[in-house]
């Protein structure tokens, strides 16, 4: 069984820093796109960022310039250091994987963590 964990939320004022992680785990063998998604309350849930299994990175727009994602394939393992946090970031991120595992070819997600930038 595969499981995608993420650490790394919480709470940080305004201005300030977080790196969330996803772990990804079990029988996998091939792990393609890993991306970052979030969804505030009240909002649809959005991309955040995206990297491929060779480093290409995507952003949302409003990130670009303060977030970056990279990836770790020896550990299965995706990062999204936030830097100059804004409250407008505030939401519930999850990480995405598609990857091949027992099951073949399938997208798995993160339980979520939240992240609360506030002053």
């Known amino acids: 069984q595969v499981q995608l964990v993420e650490s790394g939320g919480g709470w940080v004022q305004t201005g300030g820093s977080l790196r969330l992680s996803c772990a990804a785990s079990g029988r996998i063998f091939r792990v393609d796109t890993m991306a970052w998604y979030r969804q505030a309350p009240g909002k649809q849930r959005e991309l955040v960022a995206a990297?491929?299994?060779?480093?290409?990175?995507n952003y949302a727009d409003s990130v670009k310039g303060r977030f970056t994602i990279s990836r770790d394939n020896t550990k299965n393992t995706v990062y999204l250091q936030m830097n100059s946090l804004k409250s407008e970031d505030t939401a519930v991120y999850s990480c995405?994987?598609?990857?091949?595992?027992?099951?073949?070819?399938?997208?798995?997600w993160g339980q979520g963590t939240q992240v609360t930038v506030s002053s």
């Open positions: 990297i491929t299994r060779d480093g290409t990175t």
């Open positions: 995405n994987a598609n990857l091949y595992g027992g099951l073949g070819w399938r997208d798995y």
